[in-house]
């Protein structure tokens, strides 16, 4: 039988002060349950008072408290650019390394390949073959107005004129695609290469092509990231979202200089429980400077508001394979060891989030001796 089918558990904080040797005359006084009798630790009046344990009853505290949290820093999704080329073609040039910096505009690859030289050919062609239709077209219209000409050779002049517009357009966007500038783009600029410009000011987070390399457009060349709005993605406990709200101030800081704290607010707080029982909530920092990059593991301390809860000593609770417990204390020196969740700890009292009865009288001082012997029964 394992300690917890043996022990119940059982966790408070003391109202009122009562000191070992006034319960040591009644023999510690909540009566045991005669049903579960044998489930309790007991001790003898020697060990009780060898062990200088004293009992009292929960308290209500006024706290603020903060909770210490931690997750990672994170980039929302337009701040961070995938680059790729609509066209296929080979990369002839680059100089991006991941860290790169980079400025809005800046020429971040040369691609190579025919299919470019046919396209701005085409356009080219087409566009003169436009002005053609077009002079062919006013043609007919000012025969038409003196009807020197039949309604059906206006209509063909006026069609092919309508879809060879069509056509230069869709070249035109085609052109502005591979970053081509159609307005601007005459006979004199055809060439057999692109360049792709940064859409951003920032840097580069990820290279995933080497010059040479035939890439089409499925392929992301590089990953860019523009840290300008970069905020915390912290992991907190179901049970402690109940203390969080939109605005709320919080402190981040990194593992490598904990003294350098930054200010943040919460922004979002997801409703979506994760596998391990955390909900993420994102956060805004302010004036982060260049000190947190995605992806950097991060702490947080969580400035909660003043409340009124219930708390016990923080000696009177037992950590005992990753689960907290106090003891309860009843008659002959017996004592129940009951199982407890925990929230925040300020000035030496631990909130106790399990309801737990005003009657029942607590161990605060001298718990682990009490698990020593619990564990003792069980081996």
């Not at 060439?191 to 089409?216: D, E, L, Q, R, W």
Request: proline share 4%; glycine share 4%.
């Amino acid at each position: 039988m394992s300690i917890y089918s043996r022990c119940y558990i059982f966790f408070t904080v003391l109202i009122f002060s009562s000191c070992a040797t006034s319960e040591e005359k009644k023999g510690v006084s909540d009566k045991v349950p005669s049903e579960i009798k044998e489930e309790f630790i007991q001790l003898t009046k020697e060990q009780f008072q060898n062990a200088q344990i004293e009992i009292g009853r929960i308290e209500q505290k006024n706290i603020s408290g903060i909770l210490k949290v931690n997750g990672k820093v994170d980039v929302p999704p337009q701040n961070m650019i995938s680059i790729s080329v609509p066209m296929s073609g080979y990369l002839k040039q680059t100089h991006l390394l991941p860290g790169t910096h980079i400025k809005k505009g800046e020429i971040l690859a040369i691609i190579e390949d025919q299919q470019y030289l046919e396209l701005q050919q085409n356009f080219l062609m087409a566009k003169n073959k436009l002005v053609l239709l077009e002079k062919e077209f006013e043609r007919q219209k000012k025969l038409q107005e003196t009807k020197a000409n039949s309604d059906k050779i206006f209509e063909l002049a006026q069609n092919d004129f309508l879809n060879q517009v069509i056509v230069t357009k869709a070249l035109a966007e085609k052109l502005k695609m591979i970053f081509i500038e159609p307005d601007s783009f005459d006979i004199k600029k055809i060439a057999s290469t692109i360049h792709i410009p940064s859409p951003i000011k920032g840097f580069v987070s990820k290279v995933n092509m080497n010059i040479g390399k035939y890439v089409s457009p499925t392929d992301v060349l590089f990953e860019l990231v523009n840290p300008d709005d970069i905020h915390v993605n912290l992991k907190v406990l179901e049970k402690d979202v109940a203390y969080l709200y939109k605005d709320q101030s919080l402190f981040a800081y990194s593992n490598t200089e904990p003294t350098k704290k930054y200010l943040c607010h919460i922004i979002l707080l997801n409703k979506n429980v994760n596998e391990d029982g955390t909900i993420e909530v994102h956060c805004h920092i302010e004036n982060h400077t260049n000190h947190f990059m995605p992806g950097m593991f991060i702490n947080a301390d969580i400035v909660l508001k003043n409340r009124v809860v219930t708390v016990l000593p923080e000696e009177a609770i037992v950590h005992f394979e990753n689960k907290n417990y106090v003891f309860i204390a009843h008659e002959n020196y017996h004592f129940q060891m009951k199982e407890i969740e925990i929230g925040s700890t300020q000035n030496g009292f631990t909130e106790i989030i399990t309801p737990l009865s005003e009657s029942n009288r607590i161990v605060k001082k001298g718990a682990y001796t009490l698990l020593m012997k619990a564990k003792n029964k069980v081996e």
